[in-house]
């Protein structure tokens, strides 16, 4: 019983950390896209980024991704919500569409 345990632990162990590996590759990707969309000079100019939630069929992908950017140069920063959608092409996925949900100034 103790080795199954032992055994189990380890598994879940290293399904943590394979899937904390995937989300921060993804993360990073969504991330740069978000960056590219929204036309940032920097995807640094992202502070903290969050996906909330991830829905996908055949044709189409999308995030559900909470965020707060910041220009280095200006005092305000801003939260947003949004849901990127990306559409399978050819094997591939690729970035359509950003649909802001939300959107306010922090200080």
Known sequence: ME???KW????????????SAFQ???GEQVKSDLAGLLKFQS????????????R???????YSVTFTMQDPKAAAAYKAEADMIYNKVGSAWEIGDVG???????D
């Open 24 to 26: 921060g590759w993804e």
């Open 56 to 62: 996908e069929d055949t044709r189409q992908r999308v």
């Open 8 to 19: 189990l632990i380890m598994m879940l162990s290293l399904a943590m950390i394979v899937g």
């Open 3 to 5: 080795g199954l345990m």
């Open 100 to 106: 802001l949900k939300s959107f306010e100034k922090i």
């Open 43 to 54: 995807p640094s100019h992202i502070t903290e980024f969050f996906i909330n939630d991830k």
